[in-house]
C-alpha cells in the first residue's frame, strides 16, 4: 500500500516575500522560483497581483517561465483582485487562484465590518468569480483557528459548493497547538459535506514555534496540502520551515504514513540560496539545513558516528544535499569541472550565469590556496547577475585606526559608464561608515546603511567573506552583496551594488518604475 501524497505549497514568493528583510527583485524572485522548481514543490504562490505592479510583473515571470509546478496567485475576494490575479496568471501552464477572506469574529468586526452572512457572500461570490478565469481555485479562510467552529463549517460548506477545490484553514496568528489541529482538521473532515471531495490545506505561523508541529498534526487530521515556506520565512515569527516539515515527513514516514514529492537532496541549496539573496543568514543550529545540523562534536558522539552513522544520526547528511567532501577545485579547474561539481551541489547553472561564475572562480583560485565547495557555492548563490554600472569602482583605499587620532578614512575612484570619473574622501566611525561617506560625495546620493551581515565561508586565514547589506538610497530600500577574501572589499562590492541599483532605478523615467 503506498502512503498518501500531501502537496507542498511553498509561499516564500508571497508570504515570505512580504516580510521585512525579505523583499527580493524581479530577478531574484526568478531564482528562487527556479530553485522551487528544482526541488520539486506542487505549488508556488508567487505573489498578490493586485497588492503593487511589482507583484503583477513578478508573478507574470514566474507563471511564463516555470513550467511543472503549479503557479498560484493570491487575491482578495473583490473582483479587480481576481482579475489580477486571473491576468498575471495566464502565460502559466498550470495555474491556481487563491481566493482569501477572513472569517473569525474579531476580524469580522474589526477589519471588515461584515455580518457572518455577509462574510459568506463575499466568499461564495469570489469563489464563482475566480471559477470562471480558472479552474484551479483555493480559497482559505483568514484567521479560520480562531472562527467559530459552527460557521467555519458553514463558510467551507458554501465555498465547496462555489466550486473551490482547496481548502485552506490558516493559522494566520500562530495560536493553536498541535492536538488542537488534529481535532480541528478531523472534524471538517467529519462534519461538511462535500470535503471528502477537495483538498484540506494547512497554513501555519511561528509564533509560539510550534509551525511545523501543527501542519504535520493538521495532516494526522486530513490536511493534504502544507502551505510553507523556505527557511520558515514568512510575516512575523515566519511560516512552517519546508524542509523542516518535509523531512519530518521523510524520516517518520513510519508515524505519518505520507509522503511528498520533494526531492529532497535539493533543500540545502535552495535553503543557501535564499539565504544569499536576500542578505539572511540561516543560523548554526537550525533544524536541517544550519551549518551544524549534521555536525557531531562531543568526543563520546564522534565515537559512535565513526562505529556506525545510526547512532546519533537519524537522517543522512546526503539526503538532504550535505556533502561528504570538502576540497574541491583548484585554478586548473575547467567550465565542465565547475558546472559538474555545482550540480552535484544541487544548483543548476543558468548559461547566461556561466561566464561571471568562472571570472570569479578563477579569480578567487588566484588568490587563495585552496577552494571549497562552499566558496563554490557562495559564489553562485550570491551571482546576483546584477553587476551592472552606471558606476564601477576603479581603485579604493581604506585605512582604518583603533586608538588613533582621527576617524578612519576611505579614498575611492568610481568610474561611470559615460566615461567620466570621480575620486573622493569620507571618514566615518569605521571603514564601512568612511566608504558610504565617500559613496555619498561621489554620487550625490545620500545613503543609510539599515543592515550588515558577515560571515566566513570557508576555513583557513584566507577564508572569503560574504557581506550582505541592506541600505536606502533616497529613501528607496535596496539590498546588496560582496564577496573577497578582503572583508572590506567584500563591504564595498555590496554597497556599490546598492549605490547602482538605486541609479538605474532612479535614470528610468517614472512611468516605467513599476
Ligand atoms: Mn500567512
Redesign the pocket.
Given at each position: 500500500m503506498s502512503n498518501d501524497r500531501v502537496l507542498i505549497f511553498d509561499?516564500t514568493l508571497r508570504?515570505g516575500e512580504q516580510s521585512p528583510g525579505f523583499s527580493m527583485s524581479l530577478g531574484q524572485k526568478l531564482r528562487i522560483a527556479r530553485v522551487l522548481s528544482d526541488l520539486k514543490v506542487d505549488v508556488i504562490e508567487a505573489g498578490f497581483p493586485a497588492a503593487s505592479p511589482g507583484d503583477f510583473a513578478a508573478v507574470e515571470a514566474v507563471a511564463s517561465e516555470i513550467k511543472g509546478p503549479t503557479i498560484a496567485a493570491l487575491c482578495r475576494t473583490i473582483p479587480a483582485d481576481i482579475e489580477a490575479a486571473a491576468r498575471s496568471l495566464e502565460p502559466a501552464q498550470s495555474s491556481r487562484i487563491h481566493v482569501f477572506i477572513a472569517t473569525s469574529p474579531i476580524h469580522r468586526k474589526e477589519k471588515l465590518g461584515m455580518s457572518r452572512a455577509e462574510v459568506i457572500q463575499h466568499a461564495v461570490d469570489g469563489v464563482r468569480y475566480a471559477k470562471t478565469a480558472c479552474t484551479d481555485v483555493e480559497f482559505s479562510a483568514e484567521d479560520g483557528i480562531r472562527t467559530e467552529r459552527e460557521f467555519l463549517a458553514e463558510v467551507l460548506q458554501a465555498v465547496i459548493e462555489a466550486g473551490a477545490t482547496t481548502v485552506n484553514i490558516?493559522d494566520?496568528v500562530g495560536y493553536s497547538t498541535p492536538s488542537e489541529m488534529k481535532e480541528l482538521f478531523s472534524w471538517l473532515r467529519a462534519t461538511v459535506p462535500g470535503i471528502g471531495s477537495v483538498c484540506m490545506s494547512t497554513?501555519c505561523?511561528d509564533d509560539l514555534g510550534m509551525a511545523v508541529a501543527n501542519s504535520l498534526a493538521a495532516v494526522e487530521g486530513g490536511a493534504r496540502q502544507i502551505?510553507c515556506a523556505l527557511n520558515g520565512i514568512?510575516?512575523r515569527a515566519g511560516?512552517c520551515a519546508l524542509e523542516e516539515v518535509v523531512m519530518a515527513i521523510r524520516t517518520r514516514a513510519n508515524h505519518y504514513q505520507v509522503d511528498t514529492g520533494i526531492n529532497t537532496r535539493k533543500l540545502m541549496a535552495a535553503s543557501h540560496l535564499l539565504a544569499a539573496v536576500t542578505g539572511n543568514f540561516v543560523p548554526r543550529n537550525k533544524a536541517i539545513v544550519g551549518e551544524n545540523a549534521f555536525a557531531h562534536e562531543s568526543g563520546i558522539h564522534q565515537h559512535g558516528m565513526l562505529a556506525a552513522p545510526e547512532t546519533y544520526e537519524i537522517m543522512k547528511p546526503e539526503d538532504v544535499g550535505v556533502r561528504a567532501s570538502e576540497l574541491i577545485l583548484g585554478k586548473h579547474s575547467g567550465r565542465h569541472a565547475v558546472i559538474e561539481r555545482a550540480r552535484q551541489m544541487g544548483y543548476e547553472l543558468e548559461p547566461g550565469d556561466v561566464p561571471d561564475v568562472m571570472k570569479r572562480f578563477k579569480a578567487l583560485a588566484d588568490s587563495k590556496k585552496r577552494v571549497f565547495d562552499a566558496d563554490l557555492e557562495a559564489i553562485i548563490a550570491g551571482n546576483t547577475g546584477d553587476h551592472r554600472g552606471p558606476w564601477t569602482l576603479g581603485w579604493l583605499s581604506v585605512v582604518t585606526r583603533i586608538n588613533g587620532e582621527s576617524l578612519p578614512t576611505a579614498s575611492l575612484t568610481l568610474s561611470n559608464e559615460e566615461g567620466t570619473s570621480v575620486t573622493q574622501t569620507g571618514d566615518g566611525d569605521g571603514p564601512v561608515a568612511a566608504i558610504v561617506h565617500a559613496l555619498e560625495k561621489a554620487t550625490g546620493m545620500e545613503i543609510t546603511v539599515k543592515s550588515l551581515a558577515m560571515r566566513s565561508i570557508s576555513l583557513g586565514e584566507d577564508a572569503q567573506g560574504e557581506a550582505s547589506i541592506r541600505a536606502s538610497c533616497d529613501g528607496v530600500e535596496y539590498g546588496g552583496h560582496g564577496l573577497s577574501t578582503d572583508i572590506v572589499a567584500a563591504c564595498a562590492e555590496a554597497l556599490l551594488e546598492i549605490v547602482n541599483r538605486a541609479a538605474r532605478q532612479q535614470s528610468q523615467p517614472k512611468s516605467s518604475a513599476a
Open positions: 509561499t508570504d490558516p494566520t497554513h505561523h502551505e514568512g510575516e511560516n
